[in-house]
């Protein structure tokens, strides 16, 4: 039997009030078979969600006397971990087993191991903790806490930083996760013991650079050992600036989650703006020394690849987590490499084989996390592998779970070993490193960002994990000519590529920008996302001069409020080029007809302050209600097939509470597979125009909807949304190598939209000077949006002048045509001249 969320929130309170008046005992409690309605309502009522299996278990971590209030709730509600199991797995009864070490001990013991090994292992002073930084200030308090943070780099030559590519395993991100140490720490001894008799480790360690940090939360790590709070999960931050260390009680106050620390989609979800929350994220993204240590310990060397170890739930983790069905561009290969290291991990659970793959999010999203940092800014495949069944496994079964690991470290190390890119590059004259940006065709063009891969600044080498096939990859650099390659990638072997860069001529380019009227559009904004050459802006008659240009390959970004955003490789050189920029979107609504083209749950329209005419979309009539997940989704499906560009536009404002509450795009492929295209959290007064660019997608067919997801506590406005658009361009962009530009044929269509006639007016202006009566050929198609032939209007020579024709809406065999939207197209020699879309109305 249930009860209702009020008498819930009343029974809460007064558990709360008991627990810090008694000081209950922590336990793990576990609901077999969780629907995922039950695994998202408790997300939304922010519980420590210890552990989840979607379908198998859902682990919460409460306190003790909580317990009666969940099992009226859910009577087959059982405990699965206690505190004192914790303590007594910790505590002196297993002497004589080799368990877990305290970071004094596990220094030692990396000193002993660099003393026997010198040439193989170096060992380095990352830097201080808080324990470590208040004791430098004076303060005794924190005298048995003065930790400085170490890695250990292996390699057979460690002296120095070599053109290799980079691993790391790290630990103990969280202190109640001591398992997590002792496995780092595990496989730099395997690999050290194998070397020179193994010969796969002895490749690994000759072929590669790899890093350890067994305790990256020294301070935490002690607090839990010495068992004065074995649930303890933050660092030691003074938070309320007492100069005391405050760990214990129901809501303690010092300490951050440094796992939600992290400057990638810091501070919305999953994370808590409250000192006392366990999982409270800190004052500012990299507030915490152990955080800022490891950020800069990744930038500062070239990692591939690495683990961030954890417990517990047995299962490999693949970025991103920080919003739900959110997917990377590389999510192809992380899955892959994920599911590779876990299939070779048995599981200590009976209900399954060995660990279990899964993007992050799928446990719980969660912001501010190491993983999505680490492969969203550095690019790295960064994986988060939970460990064990429990947060401290007894010391029974610590090396069990050490020698359960190792075959996964090892299938990670050997990732480089096939498919994957690699060779470096380089000035074509002096032979210099150039750490230029490497985009590869088909994945770096996603609209979810990871920051553009580059090339080594010291050695000029790269590395990129690609699925096996052909690829075509542009290696930039700016003041160079950009060097586009097809490359071909074998499941088998890496494959090399060197390339040495020029140094790019200079030149006049001229881009003349044009609407679908083929008239010039001023105050269009040029820019290069990849590269550091300024901005351009076009004339009135819609033309951009880029004089003294270095010409190469670009991709270029042009921009302008109420037409579509271009987003588009082109090869810039002294010539003319021609772009059309639509301002008349295929698919567009703003919202003046109610939700016609919506299915909705508690969507409405809304009169308040819309950004364009009388009316919005809005999520709610009034403030949202707390505990909700309700879908706004567009009617039609749109297929891209035939398309050269793809672009989203809509404006919105919004007001969202910051505690868990957001609202997304998603959009799907195919008719399922809901992915997460944006998010929208805390407050936007003013109308925003978002702007994506879905060239990826193009062959596909495509879906949209909005999702308003809000927690258990606190409401706001929410969401308004207006001027949705989706521009799709049919027409390839034209170059001239002559200046200036001839006058350009033009289509002018009325009616348009028609049913079932329209009359197509054609101006073709005269040609060059002094040979004005020159007649080529011209074709007058109609396409339809796949960009198959429907009709050709015309195939032969045309004079200067205007020329009518008319389609009454049938194809080739003289059969009328379904409504939808066609293009009109004038050719000739094969090369395309205009082109106009025009809609058909029945």
């Given at each position: 039997?249930?009860?209702?969320?009020?008498?819930?929130?009343?029974?809460f309170?007064?558990?709360?009030?008991?627990?810090?008046?008694?000081?209950?005992?922590?336990?793990?409690?576990?609901?077999?078979h969780?629907?995922?309605?039950?695994?998202?309502?408790?997300?939304?009522?922010?519980?420590?969600?210890?552990?989840?299996?979607?379908?198998?278990?859902?682990?919460?971590?409460?306190?003790?006397?909580?317990?009666?209030?969940l099992?009226?709730?859910?009577?087959g509600?059982?405990?699965?971990?206690?505190?004192?199991?914790?303590?007594?797995?910790?505590?002196?009864?297993?002497?004589?087993?080799?368990?877990?070490?305290?970071?004094?001990?596990?220094?030692?013991?990396?000193?002993?191991?660099?003393?026997?090994?010198?040439?193989?292992?170096?060992?380095?002073?990352?830097?201080?903790?808080?324990?470590?930084?208040?004791?430098?200030?004076?303060?005794?308090?924190?005298s048995?806490?003065?930790?400085?943070?170490?890695?250990?780099?292996?390699?057979?030559?460690?002296?120095?930083?070599?053109?290799?590519?980079?691993?790391?395993?790290?630990?103990?991100?969280?202190?109640?996760?001591?398992?997590?140490?002792?496995?780092?720490?595990?496989?730099?001894?395997?690999?050290?013991?194998?070397?020179?008799?193994?010969?796969?480790?002895?490749?690994?360690?000759?072929?590669?650079?790899?890093?350890?940090?067994?305790?990256?939360?020294?301070?935490?790590?002690?607090?839990?050992?010495?068992?004065?709070?074995?649930?303890?999960?933050?660092?030691?931050?003074?938070?309320?600036?007492?100069?005391?260390?405050?760990?214990?009680?129901?809501?303690?106050?010092?300490?951050?989650?440094?796992?939600?620390?992290?400057?990638?989609?810091?501070?919305?979800?999953?994370?808590?703006?409250?000192?006392?929350?366990?999982?409270?994220?800190?004052?500012?993204?990299?507030?915490?020394?152990?955080?800022?240590?490891?950020?800069?310990?990744?930038?500062?060397?070239?990692?591939?690849?690495?683990?961030?170890?954890?417990?517990?739930?047995?299962m490999?983790?693949?970025?991103?987590?920080?919003?739900?069905?959110?997917?990377?561009?590389?999510?192809?290969?992380?899955s892959?490499?994920?599911?590779a290291?876990?299939?070779?991990?048995?599981?200590?659970?009976?209900?399954?084989?060995?660990?279990?793959?899964?993007?992050?999010?799928?446990?719980?999203?969660?912001?501010?996390?190491?993983?999505?940092?680490?492969?969203?800014?550095?690019?790295?495949?960064?994986?988060?592998?939970?460990?064990?069944?429990?947060?401290?496994?007894?010391?029974?079964?610590?090396?069990?779970?050490?020698?359960?690991n190792?075959?996964?470290?090892?299938?990670?190390?050997?990732?480089?070993?096939?498919?994957?890119?690699?060779?470096h590059?380089?000035?074509?004259?002096?032979?210099?490193?150039?750490?230029?940006?490497?985009?590869?065709?088909?994945?770096?063009?996603n609209?979810?960002?990871?920051?553009?891969?580059?090339?080594?600044q010291?050695?000029?080498?790269?590395?990129?994990?690609?699925?096996?096939?052909?690829?075509?990859?542009?290696?930039?650099?700016?003041?160079?000519?950009?060097?586009?390659?097809?490359?071909?990638?074998?499941?088998?072997?890496?494959?090399?590529?060197?390339?040495?860069?020029?140094?790019?001529?200079?030149?006049?380019?001229?881009?003349?920008?044009?609407?679908?009227?083929?008239?010039?559009?001023?105050?269009?904004?040029?820019?290069?996302?990849?590269?550091?050459?300024?901005?351009?802006?076009?004339?009135?008659?819609?033309?951009?001069?880029?004089?003294?240009?270095?010409c190469?390959?670009?991709?270029?970004?042009?921009?302008?409020?109420?037409?579509?955003?271009?987003?588009?490789?082109?090869?810039?050189?002294?010539?003319?080029?021609?772009?059309?920029?639509?301002?008349?979107?295929?698919?567009?609504?703003?919202f003046?007809?109610?939700?016609?083209?919506?299915?909705?749950?508690?969507?409405v329209?809304?009169?308040?302050?819309?950004?364009?005419?009388?009316?919005c979309?809005?999520?709610?009539?009034?403030?949202?209600?707390?505990?909700?997940?309700?879908?706004?989704?567009?009617?039609?499906?749109?297929?891209?097939?035939?398309?050269?560009?793809?672009?989203?536009?809509?404006?919105?404002?919004?007001?969202?509470?910051?505690?868990?509450?957001?609202?997304?795009?998603?959009?799907?492929?195919?008719?399922?597979?809901?992915?997460?295209?944006?998010?929208?959290?805390?407050?936007?007064?003013?109308?925003?125009?978002?702007?994506?660019?879905?060239?990826?997608?193009?062959?596909?067919?495509?879906?949209?909807?909005?999702?308003?997801?809000?927690?258990?506590?606190?409401?706001?406005?929410?969401?308004?949304?207006?001027?949705?658009?989706?521009?799709l361009?049919?027409?390839?962009?034209?170059?001239?190598?002559?200046?200036?530009?001839?006058?350009?044929?033009?289509?002018?269509?009325?009616?348009?939209?028609?049913?079932?006639?329209?009359?197509?007016?054609?101006?073709?202006?005269?040609?060059?000077?002094?040979?004005?009566?020159?007649?080529?050929?011209?074709?007058?198609?109609?396409?339809?949006?796949?960009?198959?032939?429907?009709?050709?209007?015309?195939?032969?020579?045309?004079?200067t002048?205007?020329?009518?024709?008319t389609?009454?809406?049938?194809?080739?065999?003289?059969?009328?045509?379904?409504s939808?939207v066609?293009?009109?197209?004038?050719s000739?020699?094969?090369?395309?001249?205009?082109?106009?879309?025009?809609?058909?109305?029945?």
């Open positions: 039997m249930r009860i209702d969320h009020m008498k819930r929130l009343i029974l309170a007064v558990v709360v009030m008991l627990v810090s008046l008694l000081g209950a005992e922590y336990v793990v409690v576990r609901i077999d969780p629907a995922p309605v039950l695994q998202e309502s408790f997300f939304r009522m922010a519980y420590d969600i210890a552990g989840y299996r979607p379908g198998l278990y859902l682990d919460l971590m409460i306190d003790e006397i909580e317990l009666p209030v099992q009226l709730q859910y009577p509600l059982y405990i699965t971990q206690t505190e004192s199991e914790h303590r007594q797995n910790l505590s002196s009864t297993y002497r004589d087993i080799p368990g877990y070490n305290s970071y004094p001990q596990i220094l030692t013991a990396l000193q002993q191991l660099v003393d026997a090994h010198p040439t193989m292992l170096r060992m380095e002073n990352l830097g201080q903790s808080w324990g470590a930084i208040y004791t430098a200030s004076g303060n005794a308090n924190y048995d806490y003065d930790h400085d943070i170490w890695a250990v780099l292996l390699s057979n030559d460690a002296s120095t930083d070599q053109d290799k590519p980079s691993f790391y395993f790290v630990g103990a991100h969280h202190a109640r996760e001591p398992i997590s140490a002792e496995v780092t720490l595990a496989i730099l001894n395997h690999l050290l013991d194998g070397y020179g008799t193994d010969p796969e480790i002895t490749n690994i360690i000759d072929t590669s650079q790899i890093w350890f940090l067994p305790v990256l939360n020294p301070d935490g790590h002690k607090i839990v050992l010495d068992q004065i709070n074995t649930g303890w999960r933050k660092n030691l931050r003074d938070n309320n600036l007492n100069g005391i260390i405050n760990t214990a009680g129901a809501n303690p106050a010092d300490g951050v989650d440094l796992n939600r620390n992290y400057g990638h989609h810091w501070n919305y979800i999953s994370a808590n703006d409250s000192p006392t929350s366990l999982i409270y994220h800190g004052p500012s993204a990299f507030s915490e020394p152990e955080t800022a240590i490891f950020r800069d310990f990744l930038s500062n060397h070239h990692f591939i690849a690495g683990i961030s170890y954890h417990s517990y739930g047995e490999v983790l693949y970025p991103y987590g920080y919003m739900t069905a959110v997917f990377s561009p590389d999510v192809q290969q992380q892959e490499l994920a599911a290291m876990a299939v070779t991990i048995p599981s200590q659970q009976g209900n399954q084989d060995h660990y279990a793959p899964m993007p992050a999010w799928e446990l719980y999203p969660a912001s501010g996390n190491s993983e999505d940092w680490s492969y969203g800014v550095e690019g790295i495949f960064a994986y988060t592998i939970e460990l064990a069944t429990t947060f401290i496994p007894n010391a029974t079964n610590v090396a069990i779970i050490k020698q359960n190792l075959q996964a470290a090892k299938v990670l190390l050997n990732r480089k070993n096939r498919a994957m890119l690699t060779g590059v380089t000035d074509g004259i002096s032979r210099q490193p150039l750490p230029a940006t490497i985009f590869v065709h088909g994945i770096d063009e609209p979810i960002w990871r920051t553009p891969i580059q090339a080594n010291t050695f000029g080498s790269y590395y990129r994990f690609l699925p096996p096939g052909i690829w075509e990859v542009s290696y930039m650099y700016d003041g160079y000519e950009t060097v586009t390659a097809s490359v071909i990638i074998s499941d088998t072997e890496p494959t090399v590529h060197d390339v040495a860069m020029i140094p790019a001529s200079v030149g006049d380019v001229t881009i003349i920008i044009y609407n679908d009227f083929m008239q010039g559009i001023r105050d269009v904004k040029l820019s290069f996302p990849h590269n550091d050459l300024g901005e351009y802006y076009s004339d009135e008659s819609g033309t951009l001069f880029l004089n003294d240009f270095p190469g390959s670009y991709f270029i970004r042009l921009e302008k409020t109420g037409y579509e955003v271009i987003g588009m490789f082109l090869n810039l050189q002294a010539e003319i080029y021609s772009i059309n920029m639509g301002n008349s979107a295929l698919y567009y609504d703003g003046e007809n109610g939700l016609d083209n919506w299915t909705a749950d508690s969507w329209i809304s009169s308040e302050d819309p950004f364009a005419g009388g009316y979309l809005a999520d709610n009539a009034d403030n949202y209600p707390s505990n909700q997940v309700s879908y706004c989704q567009y009617v039609p499906v749109i297929d891209l097939t035939g398309a050269v560009g793809v672009n989203l536009q809509f404006h919105t404002r919004y007001e969202i509470a910051l505690d868990g509450d957001f609202v997304a795009l998603q959009l799907s492929t195919a008719g399922n597979n809901w992915q997460t295209l944006d998010y929208f959290n805390g407050t936007q007064a003013d109308w925003t125009l978002k702007s994506y660019d879905l060239n990826h997608l193009i062959g596909q067919t495509i879906g949209f909807r909005f999702v308003i997801f809000t927690t258990y506590t606190g409401n706001a406005p929410g969401i308004y949304i207006d001027e949705f658009k989706l521009f361009n049919y027409c390839p962009v034209s170059a001239e190598p002559s200046i200036p530009a001839a006058p350009q044929p033009r289509i002018k269509v009325l009616p348009n939209p028609f049913n079932p006639v329209t009359h197509i007016r054609l101006t073709i202006p005269a040609g060059e000077v002094g040979n004005a009566h020159k007649h080529p050929n011209y074709r007058l198609d109609v396409f339809n949006l796949r960009g198959q032939l429907v009709t050709t209007l015309h195939d032969n020579y045309l004079t002048g205007e020329h009518n024709f389609w009454n809406s049938t194809d080739t065999r003289h059969q009328s045509v379904a939808g066609y293009l009109v197209r004038l000739s020699q094969g090369r395309t001249l205009v082109s106009k879309k025009i809609l058909l109305l029945k």
